[in-house]
């Protein structure tokens, strides 16, 4: 607010003279510049908040007002809490067992479904595919609990195989996207393979998926970071140390604040933790931030 | 419809015509037969399940509506989960798109540094919900958050966030409003597709920044507004992760929400079977208000093509 009173009066001298409606032109400039500002700032307030609480000691976190710039920065925090906390070995488990199968899965099993409703035509087709995307409206809670049942009758619990095995069946989500993306390729590339003899598959592996890319990577993009993320999946089928995830290793990290007596750093550590767990997803927007935005963009038209 | 023509004339079909009917239903068989093992079954096991009383250790006992008689008649928390629950989807649905729309209306304009502000709004979506948590939970902190001790510095009073009872679920709303990047970009999407042609025959029409908006803006954009809501609906009514580990359902059950009350009957106390008879109860309310949420739209919701 302060930025907007100091500054237009001056900028209201120098145009006083052309009209009236060029000063409400720039307050509203201004204004709008002011808003932006003070939102974004208000957005990066909790990642401002928690890559420097991550650099300070103890006492730092405790002390009022807070500190913004701890001096001197505490950079041993990134690897003590990594390594302190098993951190290694989530990652592992996060990325091997859990984000790279399901990737796989989901980005090959979608593929091939979305081709099935966007480039061939049979009866029933529309209405499998409004069934398709109906069952995105079925809560998670409700399958959730006779699916635990059956895995753990089969004794898959603490394994990634709840995990991992529903995901080879296409995502609904992932084939609503795919199917909006190949309906845009235009028909007569298909129509001219099928004359040459191409059969749907060949047409599918050597036409289509290489104009798809861009859609297929947006996919296999979201699914990682959907496994990255995910919480209530791993929380549900793992509860064995060495089966966590990174999202139930922070949790478990986050508990050393409540203990009796108090641990060393617990703040810092789970804050330096927080902040490796973000800077893949920051690094992967930075580089493919039209793939994130046009991806999505994707779902949205003619939903 | 389809299905019924497809029955009728499948003796009339041609060879290549049964031929393509095979191979696109082989294209769609992963989803067919993961709709079947992850969809199908599970729901008609739960609703089954929902009948009996089960806790996993011993088979299951066939008793009746008994659990949704004592979820509706003697459960002492269910008025409170329920009451929460419709408190937090009926407003951080239609919030949550005011956020996404305000900051799309924002990023619209002409301006410097776009694509900045735009990957600063879109961000926190893409943020780990469990980081998302840790971070706000020491944000917000009564004593040593960054907003509490900054105002304690000040003198000023705290703001007890995730303290008070009467604050949590404001709190969670508004963290949800921060985090709407997702259907930002939809709307971003759709606003630079409006007709630069409308905004025009409006200008020649006298009509001034706001009229246009107001006319033509805003009814561009109703079915992704319907869009997003309906999004918001069905996601709201499941929002487990950041209310388990922000608040765990606290304080005086103010963030219980349904989600995690249905977690704990299944996994903490082990009633399966009361577990599943409140997901159907859910699944039931959520086609409810997503079906009464489409009835509405034809009263709002404008569709520039003509197919109603």
């Not at chain 2, 729309?101 to 002409?110: D, P, S």
Request: with cysteine; charged share 10%; net charge positive.
């Amino acid at each position: 607010m302060s930025v907007q009173a100091s500054t237009s009066p001056s900028a209201g001298a120098e145009v006083g003279k052309t009209s009236a409606i060029n000063i409400g032109a720039i307050l509203l400039q201004l204004a709008k510049y002011v808003l932006l500002f003070v939102l974004a700032f208000t957005f990066m307030l909790p990642f401002i908040w928690m890559a420097t609480s991550a650099l300070k000691t103890d006492s730092q976190v405790y002390t009022i007002p807070p500190v913004w710039i701890p001096i001197p920065p505490q950079w041993q925090n990134f690897p003590d809490a990594w390594r302190t906390y098993n951190f290694n070995l989530y990652m592992f488990n996060t990325v091997f067992r859990y984000a790279i199968p399901t990737t796989i899965g989901v980005t090959l099993s979608s593929a091939v479904v979305a081709y099935g409703f966007a480039r061939i035509s049979w009866k029933g087709r529309d209405v499998l595919f409004f069934v398709c995307l109906a069952t995105m409206m079925v809560p998670f809670q409700v399958t959730m609990v006779p699916l635990f049942i059956t895995f753990k009758n089969f004794g898959l619990i603490n394994t990634y195989w709840p995990l991992v095995l529903p995901a080879f069946f296409g995502s609904p989500y992932f084939i609503f996207m795919l199917r909006q993306f190949y309906r845009t390729i235009p028909v007569e590339l298909s129509d001219a393979a099928y004359i040459d003899g191409a059969n749907e598959f060949e047409i599918l592996w050597k036409i289509i998926l290489p104009l798809a890319k861009p859609a297929l990577t947006v996919v296999a993009l979201f699914q990682f970071m959907n496994a990255w993320n995910d919480y209530l999946g791993p929380l549900i089928y793992l509860n064995q140390e060495d089966m966590k995830t990174i999202a139930l290793g922070i949790e478990g990290l986050r508990r050393t604040i409540a203990q009796v007596g108090g641990v060393r750093l617990a703040y810092p550590y789970l804050m330096a933790v927080s902040t490796l767990v973000t800077l893949p997803i920051l690094i992967a927007f930075f580089f493919a931030q039209r793939t994130f935005i046009e991806g999505i963009s994707l779902t949205g038209i003619k939903g | 419809m389809a299905v019924m023509a497809s029955t009728t004339n499948r003796p009339r079909m041609s060879a290549a015509a049964r031929r393509r009917q095979l191979i696109g239903l082989l294209f769609v068989s992963p989803w067919l037969i993961g709709f079947m093992l992850w969809t199908i079954y599970p729901l008609i096991s739960s609703l089954y399940y929902s009948f009996t009383r089960y806790d996993l250790l011993r088979p299951p006992v066939f008793i009746g509506l008994k659990n949704y008689i004592e979820i509706f008649t003697s459960d002492p928390n269910f008025g409170q989960v329920t009451y929460n629950t419709l408190y937090y989807v009926g407003l951080s649905a239609p919030l949550g798109v005011a956020s996404a729309f305000l900051m799309a209306t924002l990023l619209n304009t002409e301006m410097r540094g776009r694509s900045i502000f735009r990957a600063i709004f879109f961000f926190p979506a893409i943020v780990p919900a469990v980081v998302v948590a840790m971070v706000w939970q020491f944000l917000v902190n009564i004593q040593y958050g960054a907003i509490n001790a900054t105002l304690q510095s000040l003198g000023l009073p705290v703001i007890p966030f995730i303290a008070n009872p009467a604050f949590a679920k404001p709190t969670i709303i508004l963290i949800h409003m921060w985090a709407q990047g997702n259907a930002m970009v939809i709307f971003l999407a759709t606003l630079q597709d409006v007709p630069r042609s409308l905004y025009e025959a409006a200008t020649v029409d006298g009509a001034n920044a706001w009229h246009k908006f107001w006319n033509v803006t805003i009814p561009m954009c109703t079915p992704v507004i319907l869009f997003n809501l309906v999004m918001g609906l069905i996601y709201g009514f499941q929002n487990f992760t950041l209310p388990w580990l922000l608040t765990a359902g606290g304080p005086n059950q103010a963030t219980e929400f349904y989600a995690i009350f249905l977690y704990r009957n299944a996994f903490a106390y082990l009633r399966m079977g009361k577990a599943s008879a409140l997901a159907w109860i859910l699944f039931v309310v959520v086609v409810f208000f997503t079906i009464l949420l489409f009835r509405t739209s034809a009263r709002w919701v404008y569709y520039s093509s003509g197919d109603e």
